[in-house]
């Protein structure tokens, strides 16, 4: 399919300006690019391995030809619909050379020495710059909403609640600042639902498929009836977790619905994990080490027929990106197996991480209490905001939901982007 050979290079003449390096844009030339406003200047050979684009921003990316060739977006290379590669990596000569570069308002175009024409748009370039990298974050991170810290004081200032008929309306706009709020706040609470669980699924599947568990195969019924052995199913308090630290990969929302409560106490408390992670760090780095490296065993163990434990067999509290962000808090002392695999020093350094991190989420300041009223619906992040509840007496009927966190995602970036954006992200 490739030809094998260096071929001499030539510039072929263009509608815009040529790709030889001593050339530049013509006068109205940055009129007439489109995209992100990035276009280069001036585009050539760097060397027998690369290209090279001289950027407005006086900045200079490098693109390997085998990486140009490899990245193709012809239909023969790509497939417009699925956003699937179909170029064949391993046929492509390892020293392949272009034959011609030509710069266009829609941007870089290439021939190979067996005729093939690639083209690349320029935004589509600036954003996958690798050398140098010329984005502050992962071209899709860029699209997220930045996560707002919040105290309970700040969060009951601006509630982010948006109202049920709005959710469900098919315009999405209401489903798009609900999920809004999710990946600002960790949190976002619905007005009006009606009290059953078949209108709470409804709202539930607005945002994606629901995740099956061992609890249940979708919507989730609980009331203290120890249906489960789980203390979720009793009338005892529970403090701030997570839920799920048993499994490979903790769902990534849940969803609370209290249908009917006849009784006392029984409020939902929720902590912004990432909050109290921030002033962990800042009032001990070591501590904040300790519970980021230490790996902690978990599992779920009551019902006769389950024994979950995640594979890996241990994670630790605070879990980290490579590109050493928080994403996230994986914790539940309910759930914690025997701790037997640390030393002494070990040990002792992450009881004393421990106890600070149970400190601070024990804070006043840090808990919402919500006392969560037949017809409000929370929706929370549960790599994120942990959640637990006050002991309660008399009757308490609470539906929910637990979602996959990658479906999630996907929903609240499609409701966001554009089919153009995607093209330029991927």
């Known amino acids: 399919m490739f030809a094998r050979h260096l071929p001499s290079v030539r510039f072929q003449k263009c509608a815009s300006f040529s790709t030889a390096a001593a050339l530049s844009h013509k006068a109205n030339a940055r009129k007439q690019l489109q995209g992100s406003g990035n276009v280069p200047q001036r585009a050539g050979i760097a060397n027998d391995k690369q290209i090279f684009l001289d950027w407005n921003s006086r900045k200079t990316s490098v693109f390997h030809h085998f990486w140009l060739r490899d990245h193709c ?44 024409r ?44 948006v109202a049920h008929d709005a959710v469900m309306h098919e315009d999405n706009k209401g489903l798009k600042q609900w999920l809004d709020y999710l990946e600002v706040y960790g949190i976002g609470f619905v007005d009006g639902v009606p009290t059953t669980v078949e209108a709470t699924e409804a709202l539930a599947r607005r945002v994606s498929f629901l995740r099956e568990t061992h609890y249940s195969q979708g919507m989730w019924s609980v ?31 849940q969803m609370f619905h209290k249908l009917e409560f006849e009784g006392k106490g029984g409020d939902s408390l929720f902590v912004d994990g990432f909050h109290v992670a921030k002033e962990l760090k800042e009032q001990s780095p070591e501590a904040y080490r300790t519970l980021s490296t230490t790996l902690v065993p978990t599992h779920s163990a009551g019902d006769e027929d389950v024994l979950i434990v995640p594979t890996p067999r241990a994670f630790p509290i605070l879990n980290h990106g490579p590109d050493g962000a928080l994403f996230q808090v994986r914790y ?26 149970n400190k601070l989420l024990k804070k006043p300041e840090n808990e919402l209490w919500e006392p969560l009223n037949p017809g409000r619906v929370v929706l929370f992040d549960n790599w994120r905001v942990l959640h637990g509840r006050s002991a309660f007496t008399g009757h308490r009927h609470i539906c929910g939901a637990y979602f996959p966190w990658d479906d999630y995602k996907s929903r609240a970036r499609t409701l966001r982007l554009t089919s153009e954006d995607k093209d330029r992200l991927l």
């Not at 977006?73 to 699925?82: G, L, N």
């Not at 502050?136 to 200032?157: D, F, H, N, T, Y």
């Not at 914690?336 to 106890?355: C, I, K, V």
């Open 118 to 161: 690639s083209q690349y748009a320029w935004d589509w370039l600036h954003t996958h710059s690798y050398s140098p990298v010329l984005r502050v974050a992962e071209p899709l991170q860029l699209q997220s909403k930045r996560p707002k810290l919040w105290s309970a004081a700040m969060l009951q200032s601006q509630y982010p609640t």
């Open 73 to 116: 977006r012809c239909e023969q290379c790509y497939h417009a619909t699925t956003r699937q590669r179909l170029v064949d990596t391993f046929a492509i000569p390892r020293d392949i050379q272009p034959s011609a570069i030509d710069s266009t308002p829609e941007g870089l175009h290439v021939t190979w020495p067996d005729g093939h």
């Open 332 to 357: 539940n002392n309910n759930d914690r197996s025997a701790l037997d695999h640390l030393s002494s020093t070990q040990l002792e350094a992450f009881y004393d991480a421990l106890f600070l991190w």
């Open 223 to 253: 009331k203290a009836d120890m249906a489960h052995a789980d203390t979720a199913y009793t009338t005892l308090a529970l403090g701030a977790h997570t839920d799920n630290t048993y499994f490979t990969e903790p769902s990534g929302l």
